[in-house]
């Protein structure tokens, strides 16, 4: 009876035979949570969703692939991570004017303390939901 077994791999023809399905995958991978993303992310206009884009996989060593989902918004991160408690001051007019629901008019004010937002990380949860499905 053999103990030991020895194997030769061809390392050329084996990367040759999986990189086009490693790239095939990997591809696949980031369209399914683009999709998700867009599916996800919160709509007010719309060009949140819009801006959602996923690259091609690049080669970053032999054998393994990488490819980037973003959205492309000035305000995407501060959607995605949030914002902390922050003033918030007029610049270019003497004053902020917008409405105010609790008083139920048109109110003008030199600057005002904004309370933050809370994160809404749409596309950590797009790639949680998507890599679920591959465990």
Do not use: C
Not at 32 to 37: K, L, N, S, T
Not at 90 to 95: C, E, M, S, T
């Amino acid at each position: 009876m053999a103990d030991r077994v020895d194997v030769d791999v061809d390392e050329a023809a084996l990367r040759t035979y999986t990189d086009p399905r490693l790239r095939r995958f990997t591809n696949t991978v980031a369209r399914e949570i683009r999709h998700e993303a867009k599916f996800t992310a919160p709509v007010r206009t719309g060009r949140l969703q819009q801006s959602i884009k996923a690259s091609r996989a690049d080669l970053i060593a032999p054998g393994h692939y990488r490819a980037e989902v973003s959205a492309n918004t000035r305000y995407a991160r501060y959607v995605h991570e949030g914002t902390r408690p922050h003033i918030i001051r007029a610049r270019r007019a003497p004053a902020l004017r917008f409405y105010w629901p609790r008083v139920g008019r048109v109110v003008f004010f030199k600057s005002v303390h904004h309370p933050g937002t809370k994160p809404n990380p749409f596309l950590t949860r797009a790639a949680d939901i998507v890599a679920a499905r591959y465990r």
